[in-house]
């Protein structure tokens, strides 16, 4: 079991990487008529899905948690909510690259933390250390640490122009 919750864990960090990176190839693939973030978004939230059964597949839980659960899990999900809340699901998921018109953001987190949506990640991961092997959710934060690099720089020649 645990090599495929590895797998599985992994399993949408590649698809990320496809689309940062051939952004005029996923608007193709999503034809005209369907927004392309909407349809990552889907793809997302199931790729997530996976993500979970997988940790919960080799998780061991017990009750209370550790007391260090509690603000780094609250933390680590004030910041995704927030980033989800100011940029919209265009703005959460390459709406830029899609070639959407993205507003830039500076109230917090953004201007305050560098990649918010991902440090509060982590930090959600890092609570979980008490149920999950370190290993799984040394993966995961692997996963976003690759994404934090690979999102730090944009070929705008790239970036895709909207399917009219």
Not at 1 to 29: D, E, K, Q
Not at 135 to 153: A, D, K, N, P, R
Request: glycine share 8%.
């Amino acid at each position: 079991m645990g090599m495929l919750a590895g797998v599985g864990i992994l399993v949408p960090f590649p698809f990320y990487y496809l689309l940062w990176t051939y952004p005029r190839s996923w608007v193709n693939l999503c034809g005209k008529g369907r927004d392309p973030s909407k349809v990552m978004a889907l793809f997302s939230h199931f790729f997530k899905l996976v993500q979970f059964i997988s940790l919960f597949s080799v998780c061991s839980l017990s009750w209370p948690p550790p007391l260090y659960f509690w603000p780094l899990f609250a933390f680590g999900q004030l910041l995704n909510f927030r980033v989800y809340k100011l940029l919209g699901e265009s703005g959460t998921y390459y709406g830029v690259r899609f070639g959407k018109n993205i507003p830039w953001v500076t109230e917090f987190p953004f201007g305050f933390i560098r990649d918010p949506q991902y440090v509060g990640s982590i930090m959600s991961l890092v609570a979980c250390l008490s149920w999950v092997p370190f290993q799984y959710i040394l993966l995961w934060s692997l996963g976003y640490l690759f994404m934090m690099h690979v999102e730090s720089t944009e070929n705008l020649a790239t970036r895709a122009k909207p399917l009219s």
